[in-house]
């Protein structure tokens, strides 16, 4: 079993940042992609950015220059740096990872930018 949780969601006002977590844990023998994505309210849950093992980082260009997705090996874990936030921004946020063949989702994680 692999748990996958995400932390940091929050209010914000426009302009402002946040810092969202995602950490695998349980029998994680090898993490491959790790992703964060983001669904609005009525909208299809789209790709916001993922790190392969590698390293490869791909952005949505929605976010290119505002967020920074980062990864901790050591930890299983990677975060997602936003800054400049805009109210379209606002959405629950999710973390998958693949191992190998299978992928794990988080519950997601509340981003509410609003003034």
């Known amino acids: 079993q692999v748990q996958v949780v995400e932390s940091g969601g929050g209010l914000v006002q426009p302009g402002g940042s946040l810092r969202l977590s995602c950490a695998a844990s349980g029998s994680v023998s090898r993490l491959d992609g790790m992703a964060w994505h983001r669904q609005a309210p009525g909208k299809q849950r789209e790709l916001v950015a993922l790190i392969t093992s590698g390293g490869r980082i791909i952005y949505a260009d929605s976010v290119k220059g505002r967020f920074t997705i980062s990864r901790d090996n050591a930890k299983n874990t990677i975060y997602l740096e936003m800054n400049s936030l805009k109210p379209e921004d606002t959405a629950v946020y999710y973390c998958?990872?693949?191992?190998?063949?299978?992928?794990?989702w988080g519950q997601g994680t509340q981003v509410t930018v609003s003034s």
């Open positions: 998958n990872v693949v191992i190998g063949l299978s992928t794990y």
